[in-house]
């Protein structure tokens, strides 16, 4: 097993500029206004499209036997004053069942300090590993997995719990393998 890292993956970089933001009090390259903000959200909306119906697109060709449908709302106004953009995908016995759809969701509450991504029901995902390529196939999940508790335990308190925000110079993560329990 390799545990050398020689840069963030995709999902720490994210939590690094996010947490960044929260430290700097800006978002993206310096924006300050509720006005810009809303600005990138915009433009990160037409930036995330292709991908989010990419990812629905491969759930329904792969899941659901390409019985369902991607309906994208585009960026809007959300009912708190702010902005969110949702793409779903409904099939048949979801919408029979009077069940959520597969959602992808960007929003930029009218409280937030910046934008956020979730689904619509995400809390847990099967763990079904029974050899070591299914363990490496698993690695997009767990960086996910772990990158949304980081940011969940943020926002349960603020930016300051994280290291690399509060003390960028500091050691870098890859330096110390994590201690085990």
Known sequence: ????????????????????????????????????????????????????????????????????????????????????????????????EGIDPISLVAHYGRGFHHPHLRGATVAEWPLNVFTDEQAAAEVPTLRAIATADLHNLVFQRDFRIVPAITDPHGAPAAAAAPKEA
């Open 1 to 96: 097993m390799n545990t050398s890292v020689t840069r963030p993956t995709a999902p720490i970089g994210a939590l690094l500029r996010h947490f960044a933001d929260l430290r700097d009090g800006t978002h993206g390259d310096g924006a300050v206004s509720r006005e810009a903000k809303e600005e990138l959200f915009h433009q990160a909306v037409a930036l995330l499209d292709p991908y989010a119906r990419q990812v629905l697109a491969e759930v329904n060709t792969h899941l659901l036997n390409a019985a369902g449908q991607v309906r994208a709302s585009g960026a809007i106004r959300a009912g708190d004053g702010g902005l969110a953009a949702t793409w779903a995908l409904t099939w048949p016995q979801q919408r029979t």
